[in-house]
């Protein structure tokens, strides 16, 4: 692989708590429920593990960002599923004839402790992607009980991602 034909991106989200748990949308990250009476405000399904990782592929391929490919003032969009989301900036990729390298994602919550589903997280995210476990990292941190993620306001995401092309 030539240096020119790697292009890094790095993408990052952040949603707020809702004041109560939301049984119709529930806490959803890198694809996977996961069982924790928590919900997250958003437009879609505020799934930010996917939503980071969209805002990471479209930025290595220079094409803008998350918020111009899928405003949230689209009705069409409301509600969505995340994967979905995913699904349409792979195939961006596709079209623009990028791949997927590798990727790594940190989340950072106070709660929920996300420590227990790491794994099931990963390879939901690699699944999604398409591509090996071996090249995927997720990772969790929280912010020493510092700021709003400190104060469970809410969550963020960041995700570095590295892409090879042919074009």
Do not use: W
């Not at 990292?137 to 963020?156: F, P, V």
């Amino acid at each position: 692989m030539k240096a020119d034909s790697m292009r890094i991106g790095h993408g990052f989200d952040v949603h707020r708590f809702t004041e109560n748990f939301d049984i119709s949308k529930p806490l959803k990250l890198a694809g996977r429920l996961i069982p924790e009476e928590l919900s997250l405000e958003a437009h879609s399904d505020g799934d930010l593990v996917l939503h980071a990782v969209c805002d990471a592929m479209l930025g290595a391929m220079a094409i803008g960002d998350i918020g111009e490919h899928f405003p949230c003032n689209n009705a069409a969009l409301a509600g969505i599923d995340s994967a979905e989301l995913l699904e349409r900036v792979l195939q961006l990729a596709d079209k623009n004839q990028f791949r997927l390298v590798n990727v790594d994602v940190t989340v950072i919550a106070q709660v929920p402790k996300l420590s227990p589903y790491r794994y099931e997280l990963r390879d939901s995210l690699s699944s999604l992607l398409q591509m090996d476990s071996d090249r995927v990292n997720l990772k969790a941190s929280t912010t020493e009980q510092l700021g709003y993620i400190g104060r469970k306001e809410g969550m963020a995401c960041h995700a570095v991602i590295l892409m090879h092309t042919n074009a």
